[in-house]
């Protein structure tokens, strides 16, 4: 089974400042990893995504994440955050075939202040 | 494109009632898949279907049943209403589940509260 540790519930960050929200994943076998975000009272927003490929994904809002495979890890990162910013973000996994199910993590909550 | 789309936004009900929630997937899209965002426990999955078809359930009881129609719309049925069955229901829709790499995208759920 796969499953998704977010070891910080919280990070408080001053705006412009660069952040980083980590996420490391636990699977026997291979598996497609995402980020998304949640305003509040809205549902969940694709931000990235990684299938295959290059290690370091592209995402909406400026957000970039990179795969390391050896540390089983899928850190979110953005260099400059801004107010907006402000939001949950789940890092989830989804095994390879067969089995569709999104596994999350328990979220990070971004707080972003002047 | 119009995104993932749920009804109502918010439900109130009893305890011992029953709930009917509703998604409409993205066009084109033949995967629905249902999410439960309660208080405390995080984001759960509850069921998947395709093409018409169940294809997987997670971990919840019998009471927590649903269907999905030709047009790909789905209904989400949760019977004998207890008061942890209060949170945010998500929905999302995928294509081409086979492959497993197609993203879900989400609606903005509904919110069930039991008094």
């Known amino acids: 089974a796969q499953s998704v540790t977010q070891l910080d519930s919280q990070v408080p960050v001053f705006e412009e400042a660069p952040v980083e929200l980590r996420c490391n994943y636990s699977?026997?076998?291979?598996?497609?990893l995402f980020w998304y975000v949640q305003y509040p009272n809205q549902g969940l927003q694709l931000l990235l995504k990684?299938?295959?490929?290059?290690?370091l994904v592209k995402g909406i809002n400026g957000f970039e994440a990179e795969f390391n495979k050896s540390q089983t890890s899928f850190h979110l990162r953005k260099p400059s955050v801004h107010i907006s910013d402000t939001a949950e973000y789940f890092c989830?996994?989804?095994?390879?075939?067969?089995?569709?199910?999104?596994?999350f993590g328990t979220g990070t909550r971004l707080l972003v202040s002047p | 494109e119009a995104g993932v789309t749920q009804s109502p936004t918010h439900l109130i009900k009893t305890r011992g009632q029953q709930a009917t929630l509703r998604c409409s997937p993205i066009?084109?899209?033949?995967?629905v898949y249902w999410y439960q965002q309660a208080l405390g426990l995080g984001l759960q999955f509850l069921l998947w279907?395709?093409?018409?078809?169940?294809?997987n359930r997670g971990n919840f009881p019998p009471r927590f049943s649903g269907r999905q129609f030709p047009n790909y719309s789905s209904e989400l049925n949760v019977n004998a209403l207890e008061l942890e069955d209060s949170a945010l229901y998500l929905c999302?829709?995928?294509?081409?589940?086979?492959?497993?790499?197609?993203?879900?995208?989400f609606g903005d759920g509904t919110r069930l509260s039991i008094l």
């Open positions: 066009s084109g899209h033949t995967s």
């Open positions: 279907y395709d093409e018409g078809e169940e294809r």
């Open positions: 990684y299938l295959s490929g290059s290690t």
């Open positions: 989830a996994v989804k095994r390879g075939t067969g089995f569709q199910k999104l596994v």
């Open positions: 699977s026997s076998v291979s598996v497609y």
């Open positions: 999302a829709s995928s294509n081409n589940p086979g492959t497993g790499n197609q993203p879900q995208h």
